[in-house]
Nanobody
Framework: QVQLVESGGGLVQAGDSLRLSCAAS????????MGWFRQAPGKEREFVAG????????MYVESVKGRFTISRDNAKNTVYLQMDRLKPEDTAVYYC???????????????WGKGTQVTVSS
């Protein structure tokens, strides 16, 4: 049983940086593969980045590779998404999620946060 709460969203200008945090409650946080997804208005939710139990098995969607960095601190039950050189097309609601396997498939994530809005202006 895991509860996830995202924070750190906001309005920034293109080229700026933002760091999202996902605080988890639950004893089994360290056993989960953690992912970030995003959903823009009128679009399907898409996988953004994922990270394994000990920081391995990192995956990124091609559009953010080189700009975003996912990390986790199991001692703090927190996963982060550092977003650099943000673009207007990064504008979306960002969701934190937990899965029991290494995956980018949305259906494999059993726990979800409520999301945090990221808006990037030009």
């Amino acid at each position: 049983q895991v509860q996830l709460v995202e924070s750190g969203g906001g309005l920034v200008q293109a080229g700026d940086s933002l760091r999202l945090s996902c605080a988890a409650s639950g004893r089994t946080f360290s056993t989960y593969y953690m992912g970030w997804f995003r959903q823009a208005p009128g679009k399907e939710r898409e996988f953004v980045a994922g990270i394994g139990r000990s920081g391995g098995s990192v995956m990124y969607v091609e559009s953010v590779k080189g700009r975003f960095t996912i990390s986790r601190d199991n001692a703090k039950n927190t996963v982060y998404l550092q977003m650099d050189r943000l673009k207007p097309e990064d504008t979306a609601v960002y969701y934190c999620a937990a899965a029991s396997v290494v995956t980018l498939r949305m259906s494999n994530y059993g726990y979800w946060g409520k999301g945090t809005q990221v808006t990037v202006s030009s």
